[in-house]
């Protein structure tokens, strides 16, 4: 079966501190995607990172990066310098890919990260 | 860059009513899905779309939901007889994990 388990539920920091948030899945497929969402208090999801199960290199975008290792399956997001507009839940997702038949996204349950000025 | 869209932006009906919740997918995507989030909970998978079929569903989605496309490029969501359970978040997906704003629904 698979699952995204997102162990931290809510995680406070205050400004310019570092932070990290832990997902790990679990499959026993070979091909599949995972993904990081951020949901602001206005209830969109928006779209932070996609990274197929080939590529395990890890990914720098500003303030974000992300560290995939497949050997502990996991999929770890750390913000640096965090910033009061990095309040919000943060989702981890999985997506598996059936023999090029694409299934639907399994989701952790969210941490809720808060940073005070 | 294409997104996907949804309306209503917030949708309040009375117990029992029937709602249509609307999505304009990106037009080059195959895959189709909705999911819903009660308010606090981790988001759901209800139920995919492919070839102009459901593929694949979860059990939240009974005999109470349908989907349809009914002109290419709208994909709608019904929910026959609302119950009050029926409160949460919808949101439409197309390809990979590209949502759409979601629909607020409030069911009184």
């Known amino acids: 079966a698979q699952k995204v388990t997102q162990a931290q539920t809510e995680i406070s920091v205050v400004e310019k501190e570092d932070v990290t948030l832990d997902c790990v899945y679990e499959t026993r497929d070979t091909t599949y995607y995972l993904f990081w969402y951020k949901q602001p208090p206005s209830g969109e999801l928006v779209f932070l990172i996609r990274?197929?199960?080939?590529?395990?290199q890890n990914e720098i975008s500003g303030r974000y990066s992300w560290n995939f290792q497949k050997s502990t399956s996991s999929f770890n997001f750390t913000i640096t310098a965090s910033q009061v507009v990095d309040s919000a839940v943060y989702f981890c997702?999985?997506?598996?890919?059936?023999?090029?038949?694409?299934?639907?996204?399994?989701f952790g349950k969210g941490t809720k990260l808060s940073v005070k000025p | 860059e294409p997104e996907v869209t949804q309306t209503p932006s917030h949708q309040v009906t009375q117990m029992g009513q029937e709602v249509i919740l609307r999505c304009v997918p990106i037009s080059n995507h195959l895959y189709f899905y909705w999911y819903r989030q009660i308010l606090g909970q981790k988001v759901e998978f209800l139920v995919s779309f492919y070839n102009n079929e459901i593929s694949e569903k979860s059990e939240i989605f009974d005999d109470q939901f349908s989907v349809e496309r009914p002109d290419g490029s709208n994909f709608t969501l019904k929910i026959r007889s609302t119950k009050l359970e029926d409160s949460a978040m919808y949101f439409c997906?197309?390809?990979?994990?590209?949502f759409g704003p979601g629909t607020r629904l409030t069911v009184t």
């Open positions: 997906a197309s390809g990979q994990g590209v």
């Open positions: 997702a999985l997506l598996m890919n059936y023999g090029g038949s694409q299934g639907n996204l399994i």
């Open positions: 990274r197929n199960s080939f590529d395990e």
